[in-house]
C-alpha cells in the first residue's frame, strides 16, 4: 500500500524559509513523477513544483526562483525548499505521487496518491 506522509510545514516571516519532506513508501519511489501542490483558503489547490521519473523539473510561475524541488531516491523522499517566502505562499501543501506501473505510465494512466498536507503560514 502507498503511503506519503510529509512533514516540514509552519510559520515563518516574509523573506524566511521553510523545508518540506515527503516520505513514500508501498512503491518504487518516483516511478511516475511526483510534485507538490497548495491549497490556499478559499481558493482551488494549484501545481506548485513536479519532479518527473526522468528527472525534469517544472515549477509554478510564482514560486520560480524561490523555491526547489528535489528528491532523495535512498531515503524515498521528495523535497520542497522554500525561500524568500512571502505571504501568499500562505497555504496547505501536499505531496502528489503517480505510482502507476511502468506500463501504466507510459500509457498515461496515473496510480495517484496524496500526502496529507501541511500548513505553511507566511506572515507579512
Known amino acids: 500500500q502507498v503511503h506519503l506522509v510529509q512533514s516540514g510545514g509552519g510559520s515563518v516571516q516574509a523573506g524566511g524559509s521553510l523545508k518540506l519532506s515527503c516520505v513514500t513508501s508501498g512503491y518504487v519511489f518516483n516511478s511516475c513523477g511526483m510534485g507538490w501542490y497548495r491549497q490556499a483558503p478559499g481558493k482551488a489547490r494549484e501545481l506548485v513544483a513536479t519532479?518527473?521519473?526522468?528527472?525534469?523539473?517544472t515549477y509554478a510561475d510564482s514560486v520560480k526562483g524561490r523555491f526547489t524541488i528535489s528528491e532523495d531516491k535512498a531515503k524515498n523522499t521528495l523535497y520542497l525548499q522554500m525561500n524568500r517566502l512571502r505571504a501568499e505562499d500562505t497555504a496547505v501543501y501536499y505531496c502528489l505521487a503517480d505510482a502507476a506501473s511502468p506500463k501504466d505510465c507510459a500509457d498515461g494512466s496515473p496510480s495517484l496518491y496524496w500526502g496529507q498536507g501541511t500548513q505553511v503560514t507566511v506572515s507579512s
Open positions: 519532479l518527473s521519473e526522468s528527472g525534469s523539473i
